[in-house]
C-alpha cells in the first residue's frame, strides 16, 4: 500500500521481531530487478514497481533479511510465520483438510502456530496444537473493517489461550493516503482494487487477476470495469470460485 516505508520504519523503531511474507518478497524482488524483464515496464506491475521505489534500497535491504520463521523468546514453543513452515504462500483456511492441519503442528516443540496471508482470522485446536491465523491489521477479507489481530496468553500450567482482537481506526485517513500519496494514480488496476478491498474488507484484486486468466484476456483497467459489473465480494471463497468460473463461461460464449 501507500504507507510501506512508515510501517517499516515504525515496526524496526518498536524493536518488534518480524518475518517475511510474500509480499515482502515481491518488493525485494522488484526492487532488485530479479523479475521478468517485462514486469519492469508492464503497466500491469505499476503499483509494484511503486511501492518498491517508496521503500527504498536500505529498507528494502531489511526486508529481504527478514526470516521465514520466528520462534517467541520466552516461550519457543510460539512459532511465528507468515503462511505456513512450508511456504509464505500456502494459507490456512477454514477448509484446510484436518490432515494437513495436524502436519503442521506434528513438531512436539510446537504447541502454538500463528500465521496469517488469507486476511481471514481463525482459530483450531488440533491435537497436537493450536492453529491461529490471526487475520490482517490493514487488509482484512471478512468483511469487517476493523484492524485484526490476535493475543496469546499462556497460563501457569503451560496452557494456551487465545483472544482474536478488532480495532477501529482512522479509514478514511488511510484512503485519503493512497490519493495523497500518488500511489492511486501511479498504481492503475491494482490501486484501484486494494482501494476496493480496504472500503469493503473483502477480496478484488485476487479475483479480478483470476478472471482475467480464465476468461484471456488483459488484466487492464477496461477489463477490470467489465468485472466489477459482475463481480459480487460478498460471496463465501467456494462461492466466489465458482461464480468466477460461470463468469467466465459466459464471457467465452459471448
Known amino acids: 500500500g501507500p504507507q510501506g516505508a512508515a510501517v517499516v520504519d515504525r515496526v524496526r523503531e518498536l524493536g518488534w521481531p518480524s518475518v517475511r511474507g510474500n509480499h515482502e518478497d515481491y518488493l525485494v524482488a522488484f526492487s532488485r530487478e530479479e523479475v521478468d524483464p517485462d514486469w519492469l515496464v508492464s503497466d500491469h506491475w505499476n503499483a509494484s514497481r511503486w511501492m518498491a521505489a517508496e521503500l527504498g534500497t536500505e529498507r528494502v535491504d531489511h526486508v529481504a533479511g527478514l526470516p521465514m520463521e520466528h520462534r517467541c523468546v520466552k516461550a519457543p514453543e510460539l512459532?511465528?510465520?507468515?503462511?505456513?513452515?512450508?511456504s509464505n504462500t500456502e494459507g490456512v483456511y477454514?477448509?484446510?483438510?484436518?490432515?494437513?492441519?495436524?502436519?503442521?503442528?506434528?513438531?512436539?516443540g510446537i504447541?502454538?502456530?500463528?500465521?496469517a496471508h488469507t486476511h481471514?482470522?481463525?482459530?483450531?485446536?488440533?491435537?497436537?496444537?493450536?492453529?491461529?491465523?490471526?487475520?490482517?491489521?490493514?487488509?482484512?477479507?471478512?468483511?469487517d473493517w476493523r484492524a485484526q489481530y490476535a493475543l496469546f496468553d499462556r497460563d501457569a500450567f503451560g496452557g494456551w489461550s487465545v483472544e482474536l482482537r478488532k480495532v477501529a481506526y482512522d479509514r478514511e485517513r488511510f484512503?485519503?493516503?493512497?490519493?495523497?500519496?500518488?500511489?492511486?494514480?501511479?498504481?492503475?488496476?491494482?490501486?484501484?482494487l486494494l482501494y476496493k478491498e480496504v472500503e469493503h474488507a473483502r477480496p478484488?484484486?485476487?479475483?479480478?487477476?483470476?478472471?482475467?486468466?480464465i476468461t484471456e484476456v488483459e488484466p487492464n483497467e477496461?477489463?477490470?470495469?467489465?468485472?466489477?459489473?459482475?463481480f459480487d465480494p460478498t460471496l463465501s471463497m467456494k462461492e466466489l470460485w465458482s461464480q468466477l468460473q460461470g463468469i467466465a463461461r459466459k464471457e467465452r460464449l459471448g
Not at 111 to 115: G, I, N, P, R, S
Not at 175 to 192: K, N, P, R
Not at 204 to 212: H, I, N, Q, S
Open 94 to 108: 477454514a477448509w484446510t483438510e484436518n490432515e494437513r492441519l495436524d502436519e503442521l503442528v506434528s513438531d512436539p
Open 120 to 143: 481471514r482470522p481463525l482459530t483450531f485446536e488440533r491435537p497436537g496444537g493450536l492453529i491461529v491465523n490471526v487475520g490482517s491489521v490493514g487488509l482484512p477479507f471478512n468483511a
Open 175 to 192: 484512503l485519503q493516503d493512497y490519493e495523497e500519496t500518488g500511489f492511486l494514480a501511479a498504481g492503475g488496476v491494482t490501486s484501484a
Open 204 to 213: 478484488f484484486l485476487v479475483p479480478f487477476l483470476k478472471w482475467a486468466e
Open 111 to 115: 504447541d502454538v502456530l500463528a500465521c
Open 79 to 86: 512459532l511465528v510465520v507468515h503462511g505456513t513452515q512450508s
Open 222 to 230: 477496461e477489463h477490470m470495469k467489465l468485472f466489477l459489473e459482475r
